[in-house]
Nanobody, 119 residues
């Protein structure tokens, strides 16, 4: 089993910053990537950013320049630095880790952390 624990969400004013953290534990082998997705009320879950085992990053085009994903010294941790936040960034942010199991990708998800940006 794999567990993901997110932290760092909260309420912030527009223009402010937040840093989300996620730590994965359990049977973590053949790591593919970790990342963040978000889901706003009434909307589908969408990609925010991912970082691969080679530290290659990928961002949603609309978030480039404001959000930065990184991995911690403990390789199964990932951070999302969010700056110049906007009310439309309000959402539940989910961490995920992708592992290669039996030659197939398997994604595990955290419980999510709420980010609310006030105008």
């Amino acid at each position: 089993q794999v567990q993901l624990v997110e932290s760092g969400g909260g309420l912030v004013q527009a223009g402010g910053s937040l840093r989300l953290s996620c730590a994965a534990s359990g049977n973590i082998f053949r790591f593919i990537d970790m990342g963040w997705h978000r889901q706003a009320p009434g909307k589908q879950r969408e990609l925010v950013a991912t970082i691969s085992w080679r530290n290659t990053t990928n961002y949603a085009d609309s978030l480039k320049g404001r959000f930065t994903i990184s991995r911690g010294n403990a390789k199964n941790t990932v951070y999302l630095q969010m700056s110049t936040l906007k009310p439309e960034d309000t959402a539940v942010y989910y961490c995920n880790i992708a592992l290669l199991l039996y030659n197939s990708r398997r994604d595990y998800w955290g419980q999510g952390t709420q980010v609310t940006v006030s105008s």
